[in-house]
Nanobody, 118 residues
Framework: QVQLVESGGGLVRAGGSLRLSCVAS????????MSWYRQAPGKQRELVAS??????NYADSVKGRFIISRANAKNTVALQMNSLKPEDTAVYYC?????????????WGQGTQVTVSS
């Protein structure tokens, strides 16, 4: 099992920046993928950014504004969000797929609220 804890959400004005962090713990031999998703009220959860050993991918809506990064030694992933827009308002969730040494497992964080005021 993998447990994920996010931090760093909050209220910011349009054009501002926030940095989200997520720490993974549990039975982890290696991390295959860590990702950030978000869910706005009345909308489906959507992928914001994902990072593996070989690449990082972003939703079109955040390209050029958000940066995802990993610190493997600390089992952490961060999302630097710049030039925030009101439409970025959502609950942001961390997701990870990890290898325990015998099997793969996935997990979600509890979510952190990001609110961007106009």
């Amino acid at each position: 099992q993998v447990q994920l804890v996010e931090s760093g959400g909050g209220l910011v004005r349009a054009g501002g920046s926030l940095r989200l962090s997520c720490v993974a713990s549990g039975s982890i031999s290696s991390i295959q993928t860590m990702s950030w998703y978000r869910q706005a009220p009345g909308k489906q959860r959507e992928l914001v950014a994902s990072i593996s050993d070989s690449s990082a991918n972003y939703a079109d809506s955040v390209k050029g504004r958000f940066i995802i990064s990993r610190a493997n030694a600390k089992n952490t992933v961060a999302l630097q969000m710049n030039s925030l827009k009101p439409e970025d308002t959502a609950v942001y969730y961390c997701y990870a797929r990890v290898y325990s040494g015998t099997h793969y497992s996935t997990g979600w964080g509890q979510g952190t609220q990001v609110t961007v005021s106009s």
